[in-house]
């Protein structure tokens, strides 16, 4: 068995052309393993997020090789890595990104919705999963009724609830204060890390690095070095 969900060899990511061409990843090499909660860090302006967006999916790398999951997503067609990224990829994004007309529930399950599950069928577990999150109060409240922390709560159940093999999370707690910040990493790492799976983090926030298993530090479009961090909550 496969025991890396990611593994990126010499991954090169650049805009542009010509003189125009701005090289954003310059050759990184990453292994994500499963069952870990892994920290991407660095100062802005260094390739973390455009690092997570090629991981996901959502850009191509510009050269290099890149298995996820054990599949070269960036040689897939397009639909094929939409169908992809459907049944394998979680999102957790910076800000929440909940559809203000949905409820709680309603918000969590979207992803089962785009996987043609029942209506019905899809709340109910997606209410389910939001009690597991402490929200079971909270499933018919909309976004707008919702705290920060819970808001991001919701964002997690969003993200878990096909039960996919690779969470990938921006920023989770950059609009959270430090106590909701550890709170929801707390429960992120109770719920979400299994055997089976990998959570992949960006984040500047260096009062939550206690809750990663490794820590990858980049450093203008590289990855300079890897350290073990025990994931003690």
Same mark, same amino acid.
């Given at each position: 068995?496969?025991?890396q969900a990611?593994?990126?060899n010499?991954? /090169?990511k @650049?805009?542009?052309a010509? *003189?125009?061409?701005?090289k954003? +990843?310059?050759? $990184?090499?990453l292994?994500v393993?499963l069952?870990?909660?892994?920290?991407l860090?660095?100062?802005?302006g260094c390739?973390?997020?455009?690092?997570?967006?090629?991981?996901?999916g959502?850009?191509n790398p510009?050269?290099?090789?890149?298995h996820?999951?054990?599949?070269?997503?960036h040689? /897939?067609? @397009?639909?094929?890595a939409? *169908?992809?990224?459907?049944e394998? +990829?979680?999102? $957790?994004?910076?800000?929440?990104n909940?559809?203000?007309?949905?409820t709680?529930?309603?918000?969590a399950a979207?992803p089962?919705l785009?996987?043609?599950w029942?209506?019905?069928?899809a709340?109910?577990?997606a209410?389910?999963l939001?009690?597991?999150?402490?929200l079971g109060?909270?499933?018919?409240?909309r976004?707008?009724?919702?705290?920060?922390g819970?808001?991001?709560?919701?964002a997690f159940a969003?993200?878990l609830?096909?039960?996919p093999k690779?969470?990938?999370?921006?920023?989770p707690?950059?609009?959270?204060?430090e106590?909701?910040?550890?709170?929801?990493?707390?429960?992120?790492?109770?719920?979400?890390?299994?055997?089976?799976?990998a959570v992949?983090?960006?984040?500047?926030?260096?009062?939550i690095y206690?809750?990663?298993?490794?820590i990858?530090?980049?450093?203008?479009?590289?990855?300079?070095h890897?350290?073990?961090?025990?994931?003690?909550?």
């Amino acid at each position: 068995m496969n025991t890396q969900a990611v593994v990126c060899n010499q991954v /090169l990511k @650049s805009f542009g052309a010509g *003189e125009d061409e701005v090289k954003v +990843l310059r050759g $990184v090499d990453l292994t994500v393993p499963l069952g870990e909660m892994t920290f991407l860090v660095g100062p802005s302006g260094c390739g973390k997020t455009t690092l997570l967006s090629v991981i996901a999916g959502l850009l191509n790398p510009t050269g290099g090789d890149l298995h996820v999951l054990g599949t070269a997503l960036h040689q /897939l067609k @397009s639909s094929k890595a939409v *169908e992809f990224r459907r049944e394998n +990829l979680g999102f $957790v994004f910076q800000q929440f990104n909940l559809l203000p007309a949905l409820t709680a529930a309603e918000n969590a399950a979207v992803p089962l919705l785009a996987a043609n599950w029942p209506l019905k069928k899809a709340v109910e577990k997606a209410k389910t999963l939001l009690d597991e999150l402490g929200l079971g109060s909270r499933v018919n409240a909309r976004p707008n009724q919702l705290s920060g922390g819970q808001q991001q709560r919701v964002a997690f159940a969003r993200a878990l609830i096909h039960d996919p093999k690779l969470i990938v999370c921006d920023e989770p707690t950059s609009a959270l204060d430090e106590h909701t910040g550890h709170y929801v990493m707390e429960l992120l790492r109770k719920i979400a890390v299994r055997p089976e799976r990998a959570v992949l983090v960006v984040t500047h926030d260096n009062r939550i690095y206690n809750f990663a298993d490794r820590i990858a530090h980049m450093n203008d479009g590289l990855v300079t070095h890897v350290e073990q961090n025990g994931g003690m909550n």
